[in-house]
């Protein structure tokens, strides 16, 4: 069955920077655009970022762009997310998610809570 | 980009039918057949529930389905229960290449 599983996030100050990994099984993942969704506390969901199958094609939201960095390793089956100069805005609940062959997240991650706090 | 609007609380009693509404522009709900609708419980990750404005995955209730007449999509559950208690959140691809979500909509079953 699809699996997503998420790590590396935590506590971290103002300006500070983590990774986010996300590992996955089941499914071929090469064949697949990947996408990290995020969700604040008591908050809506929000698409942070996504990338294609090669990495070829990537994209960003407005409020983490030129401070986050998406990419992907097909060999490894999996997806990560550098985060830099974090914001106290930028805590949320992260989720990998998967997109089906349209538009849509067909598979959800449970989820690595960034907690940005000084 | 613009989040897409959804009511903030939808009620209804079980065995009742409810409609929860998804609006946007013509650059994203009006403009693809890209909606999706998700489900979410307390400490829960989303559920796929309906893509492509109207298609169920496998898997999902057939008391659950969707439908778009210009900008505005609508989620609607029929025979509600009690496990249909949560939060919905509707999705559209925009014309930014990107997918933009509602402020999503706290069903509660009364």
């Known amino acids: 069955q699809v699996q997503l599983v998420e790590s590396g996030g935590g506590l971290v100050k103002p300006g500070g920077s983590l990774r986010l990994s996300c590992a996955t099984s089941?499914?071929?993942?090469?064949?697949?655009?990947m996408s990290w969704v995020r969700q604040a506390p008591g908050k809506g969901l929000e698409c942070v970022s996504y990338?294609?199958?090669?990495?070829?094609?990537?994209y960003y939201a407005d409020s983490v762009k030129g401070r986050f960095t998406i990419s992907r390793d097909n060999a490894k089956n999996s997806l990560y997310l550098q985060m830099n100069s974090l914001r106290a805005e930028d805590t949320a609940l992260y989720y990998c998610?998967?997109?089906?062959?349209?538009?849509?997240?067909?598979?959800w991650g449970q989820g690595t809570l960034v907690t940005v706090s000084s | 980009q613009s989040a897409l609007t959804q009511p903030a609380s939808v009620s209804g009693s079980p065995g009742q039918s409810i409609t929860i509404s998804c609006t946007g522009t013509?650059?994203?709900?009006?403009?693809?057949?890209?909606v999706s609708w998700y489900q979410q419980h307390p400490g829960k990750a989303p559920k796929l529930m309906i893509y492509?404005?109207?298609n169920r995955p496998s898997g999902v209730s057939n008391r659950f389905s969707g439908s778009k007449s210009g900008n505005t999509a609508s989620l609607i559950i029929s025979g509600l229960q009690a496990e249909d208690e949560g939060d919905y959140y509707c999705?559209?691809?925009?014309?930014?290449?990107?997918?933009?979500f509602g402020g999503g909509t706290k069903l509660t079953v009364l």
């Open positions: 999705s559209s691809y925009t014309s930014s290449s990107t997918v933009v």
């Open positions: 013509s650059s994203d709900v009006g403009g693809y057949k890209y």
């Open positions: 998610a998967k997109y089906s062959r349209g538009w849509d997240f067909d598979y």
């Open positions: 492509d404005v109207s």
């Open positions: 990338i294609s199958r090669s990495g070829s094609t990537i």
């Open positions: 089941g499914f071929t993942f090469s064949d697949y655009y």
